[in-house]
């Protein structure tokens, strides 16, 4: 079975601390995606990775970065956590010429 | 631009029926794929049912149906005979032409399913 996990389920912070996010994933799969999810909105994609090292921004990149030193892990980091940056935050990862992607837990994520 | 709408934040069943969830998109792309998603109150993403935009037949999985309308952009799921554990939020997702299997995710509907 394909496994993503989530280095936490919930967590809160405040305003202005650097706040990281890790992504682990178990099958070997290049593609991996970080999204947000708010109520009504759907999930919305920030960054992703196709390769180790490689990043594209997808439709909210702004306020966020992201490290991929390592094809399993996917890392989402907040520089400088704001209060619209409380949400939900869901991973994923995928294979090549594979649409269908496998998601993480999420980590509900508190800016206080 | 890629578009992926559900009109219909919420929707209740009675258990044992059948319920439609609406999804339609909006892309000039030939080739692209459609999926639907079950989230639970738990939180985690689960993959229900996919369809391609070449494929002839609707898909199928189980309970799960894909009622695909390609000249109307519609892709609804059918979930026949419901269950208690079908209550759920459901999204539904879009594979365009931005290549590397990115999604583009609607607004999802929240499904209650009733005893």
């Known amino acids: 079975d394909v496994k993503v996990t989530q280095s936490s389920r919930y967590l809160v912070k405040r305003t202005g601390e650097k706040v990281f996010l890790e992504c682990v994933q178990d099958m070997d799969h290049e593609n991996m995606f970080w999204y947000r999810q708010d109520p009504g909105l759907g999930l919305r994609l920030i960054y992703f990775s196709y390769d180790v090292k490689m990043k594209e921004k997808g439709d909210i990149p702004e306020g966020y970065s992201v490290s991929r030193e390592k094809k399993e892990r996917f890392s989402l980091i907040l520089e400088s956590a704001s209060t619209n940056q409380t949400s939900m935050y869901l991973c994923a990862s995928s294979a090549p010429h594979r649409d269908e992607q496998f998601f993480g837990p999420g980590t509900r994520l508190t800016v206080l | 631009a890629q578009k992926i709408t559900q009109t219909q934040p919420g929707m209740f069943v009675q258990e044992k029926e059948a319920v439609t969830l609406d999804c339609t998109y909006d892309?000039?792309?030939?080739?692209?794929?459609l999926f639907w998603y079950k989230q639970p109150s738990s939180g985690e993403m689960i993959f229900l049912i996919y369809q391609g935009s070449y494929d002839e037949q609707n898909a199928t999985e189980g309970r799960y149906s894909l009622n695909f309308q390609k000249a109307r952009k519609s892709a609804n799921l059918v979930i026949s005979a419901s269950q208690l554990g079908d209550s759920a939020m459901y999204f539904c997702a879009g594979s365009f032409s931005g290549g590397y299997n990115k999604l583009i995710f609607g607004a999802g509907t929240r499904l209650a399913v009733h005893p």
């Open positions: 892309t000039s792309d030939q080739s692209y794929g």
